[in-house]
């Protein structure tokens, strides 16, 4: 740790989508230097449609899903993926919701990340 540095904060950005919202991409921009930690959905209602079909994408394109995909046909349940992509220069990811079907189903994502703490007085 330099001189005087204050560490780092861990924080989080947080999305609630329903089958209502339907199908739709997102940019989620984070401060510079903000590390990717974790990536939490808890399925509160299992989306319609095929098995597989109900998906929550994060890319670092706008419909990519390089960082993570969650399935969100399977029983209600909640889901911790680590992630291990390391944002470029844009510090922007996208946030996709595809292959919902008109119905049921509810979930909230949750973005833990980390950013380094701003340096102390001296």
């Known amino acids: 740790m ?70 969100l046909t399977v029983a209600p349940t909640q889901i911790n993926q680590n992630l291990a992509t390391i944002l470029g220069s844009s510090w922007t990811i996208y946030l996709t919701m595809t292959g919902v079907v008109a119905g049921a189903g509810k979930a909230t994502g949750l973005i833990i990340y980390s950013v380094p703490a701003a340096a102390r007085p001296t």
Do not use: C, W, Y
């Not at 780092?8 to 089958?19: E, F, P, Y």
């Not at 319609?48 to 995909?69: F, K, R």
């Open 2 to 71: 330099e001189d005087g540095a204050a560490g780092t904060v861990i924080l989080s950005k947080r999305a609630k989508v329903s089958a209502a919202t339907g199908n739709f991409t997102v940019p989620i921009r984070f401060p510079a230097s903000s590390i990717l930690i974790n990536v939490v959905v808890q399925l509160q209602q299992t989306f319609g449609g095929t098995a597989g079909g109900a998906h929550m994408n994060l890319g670092t394109t706008p419909g990519g899903l390089d960082i993570a995909t969650i399935d």
